[in-house]
């Protein structure tokens, strides 16, 4: 569904609030955490959504959720890592909804974290296939449906680690900044069939895979030094800057990727403790 433009190019300040309405948005891992606070605010803005979901009880908690405050949402429990379930998905959502207008590659995962001088091939193995390889797989599936419509937004949720130096895992930092230039080239590639391609390099955001208050509720106050806008994260902050992306909001944007990571990136991010012998990202005394 277009949205209605004003004489200066601009949507309605009317039609604002509802900035997907009526367009089908697949959220990969949009149970819990980033995925989950997506799925709310494109609900919210009209979206039918489609949730793909590792967890069956955390896809049942945000279908319920979801849908009990009004929303449109159906929730697939598949393993995006897996080829099988990646094209169930696709089949189902394009046989109950006939294309897909918004896709967000959000599932990824830290762990393994295994310090390189450590690391196997099996871990590097663990890290392609939760970070990288799904981001292949699923975009592949959703991809041709976009381009028969001529239309489309792709946003692809990484880190802010695979757009600066992660010293804590090299082959981490490598996957992020792969999926972050997949995007940047696929862009390039797709522009011409009326799909926009862009990426989120999260930081600091509070999930239930990355608890960053648990253990600091002592230093509260640190914050100011340790992220530049001075507060954590929350699923919110990164789901309001996907919404951008998805809509028409961002319709001269494509191929970038935008740290949502209150400032970490611009600020420097990891430094050395010779005291804890370690990198820290927020430390209590360096």
């Not at 696709?90 to 897909?100: C, M, T």
């Not at 590639?189 to 600091?216: C, E, F, K, M, S």
Request: proline share 4%; charged share 25%; net charge negative.
């Amino acid at each position: 569904m277009s949205v209605a433009m004003t004489g200066d190019g601009l949507p309605r300040i009317a039609d604002w609030n509802r900035l997907l309405d009526g367009r089908v948005a697949v959220i990969t891992g949009g149970g819990d955490g980033i995925g989950a606070g997506i799925a709310r605010l494109f609900a919210r803005h009209g979206a039918l959504v489609e949730v793909a979901e590792i967890d069956q009880d955390r896809a049942d908690r945000i279908r319920d959720e979801v849908a009990g405050a009004g929303g449109s949402i159906r929730c697939h429990a598949v393993d995006v890592t897996i080829d099988a379930d990646v094209a169930r998905l696709a089949e189902d959502v394009l046989a109950e909804r006939g294309r897909v207008d918004v896709l967000v590659n959000n599932v990824g995962d830290y762990r393994p974290l295994v310090p390189f001088e450590q690391s196997t091939p099996e871990s590097w193995q663990q890290q392609y296939d939760i970070n990288l390889r799904h981001v292949f797989a699923v975009t592949r599936a959703f991809v041709p449906s976009m381009i028969d419509a001529h239309r489309g937004s792709i946003v692809t949720v990484h880190s802010v680690e695979g757009m600066r130096g992660y010293p804590k895992d090299p082959v981490y930092g490598a996957m992020k900044a792969a999926a972050a230039h997949f995007t940047t080239c696929l862009a390039v590639d797709l522009g011409r069939h009326g799909i926009r391609v862009n990426g989120i390099g999260t930081d600091l955001a509070q999930t239930p895979q990355v608890d960053y208050l648990t253990g600091y509720e002592d230093v509260d106050e640190l914050w100011a030094s340790w992220a530049p806008v001075g507060r954590v994260g929350w699923p919110e902050d990164q789901a309001r800057v996907a919404l951008f992306l998805a809509s028409d909001q961002s319709a001269f944007v494509t191929g970038h990727n935008i740290p949502v990571d209150g400032g970490t990136k611009a600020g420097g991010g990891w430094l050395f403790s010779p005291r804890e012998g370690r990198f820290v990202n927020r430390s209590r005394n360096l």
